[in-house]
């Protein structure tokens, strides 16, 4: 796979036979489940792309669901293909949607099943937006669901402002290295949070101020801020609750029993607590490439793997990564 590939026609794309590789799964277990197999290529219905998929790349959800830490929530069979992230070319869409085929795109898949790491994947054209020629796909493969989350976090969740000062609690992985970038974007003061390894990068992504979670506390903090963003799901909102400005938010991207009583008791309240939940959006990746043709938004992959390394890459993101996004490319695309 040429993983700068630039628009073609899309229709030397089209799947020619009725099945495509894929990742899948077919119990839940630890990373060695995951394998190659053969599936079909997925039906696109009105409204929907058919994307040749590029590249992908790993959440910390595609291995919670792997492991089945999630089958009582959100119950699904096997075979199970995973991933949110695509990037790749269009090779078929409805006229007038938008998009055309041979069009670079992003997507965030609107499927609670997944089905990423496939040749082939569908999503809604609402969820899907055209990168710019000068953006790699490795590059756009990490920014859909972890970019979407940031975004969301601060913007609809935290209710981010100019000369806010925002605490990105977890800010050098997936997410939170995003956060800290969108919310300097916003022209806020932003303070990180991370391992002392990390220190440096988080910095260098525009952090005004660094923290050691190992040594310091936040919420024993002389300081106040008008947002803290739990990325790390580490915090609680009564701890934070005395370290937040008046009318702040704390956000957590844990969606706990604990989360959600404190989203319902608390949205009254000067100070709230808030549960957030990603939701695909075509319109919020249109904003994240615009922040990232603009400069305000880089990505930083820890390590790339082929499709058919997809379990080292959950390896890879399960048991802590450097900082960024675990990227998947898929080697044997056309
Ligand atoms: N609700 C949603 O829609 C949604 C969407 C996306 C993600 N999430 C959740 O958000 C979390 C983060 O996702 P991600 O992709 O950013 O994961 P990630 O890439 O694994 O990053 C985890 C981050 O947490 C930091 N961290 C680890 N232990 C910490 C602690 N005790 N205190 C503070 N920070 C700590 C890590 O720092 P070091 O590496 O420096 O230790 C790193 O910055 C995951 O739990 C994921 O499931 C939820």
Redesign the pocket.
């Known amino acids: 796979m040429d993983p700068n590939a630039r628009a073609t026609s899309g229709s030397d794309r089209i799947p020619t036979a009725t099945t495509m590789r894929a990742v899948q799964y077919d119990q839940y277990g630890d990373a060695s489940v995951l394998h190659i197999g053969e599936h079909p290529v997925p039906r696109r219905l009105p409204g929907q792309l058919l994307i040749n998929v590029l590249a992908s790349s790993v959440?910390?959800?595609d291995y919670?669901f792997r492991r089945g830490d999630l089958k009582g929530i959100i119950p699904f069979g096997f075979p199970r293909i995973p991933g949110y992230d695509v990037a790749g070319i269009v090779v078929d869409t409805d006229s007038g949607s938008g998009f055309a085929q041979g069009d670079r795109v992003m997507a965030f898949l609107d499927h609670t099943r997944g089905g990423a790491l496939a040749d082939y994947a569908v999503c809604a054209v609402g969820s899907a937006a055209k990168i710019p020629d000068a953006m790699p796909m490795e590059e756009a493969a990490a920014i859909p669901?972890?970019g979407t989350?940031a975004l969301q976090s601060l913007r609809d969740h935290g209710k981010i402002r100019s000369g806010q000062t925002v605490l990105i609690?977890?800010?050098?992985?997936?997410?939170?290295m995003f956060a800290v970038q969108i919310a300097k974007s916003f022209g806020c003061h932003v303070d990180a949070?991370?391992?002392e390894?990390?220190r440096d990068f988080c910095l260098s992504l525009g952090a005004d101020h660094f923290y050691d979670?190992e040594q310091d506390d936040f919420t024993k903090s002389s300081e106040r801020w008008d947002i803290i963003f739990d990325?790390?799901?580490?915090?609680h909102y009564l701890a934070a609750r005395s370290v937040l400005k008046e009318g702040g938010h704390f956000v957590s991207?844990?969606?706990n029993i604990e989360g959600m009583l404190v989203s319902i008791l608390t949205w009254p309240l000067s100070k709230s607590g808030r549960?957030?939940?990603?939701a695909p959006s075509g319109n919020d990746l249109e904003e994240l490439i615009r922040l990232y043709e603009l400069g305000k938004l880089r990505v930083s992959i820890d390590r790339r793997f082929s499709f058919e390394q997809a379990g080292d890459a959950h390896r890879r993101?399960e048991s802590?990564?450097?900082?960024?996004?675990v990227v998947l490319v898929n080697e044997q695309a056309r």
């Open positions: 959440n910390p959800i919670r669901l972890a989350t609690n977890g800010a050098s992985g997936g997410v939170g949070i991370a391992s390894r990390n979670y990325v790390a799901g580490k915090a991207t844990e969606p549960v957030m939940l990603a993101i802590g990564v450097d900082h960024g996004k």
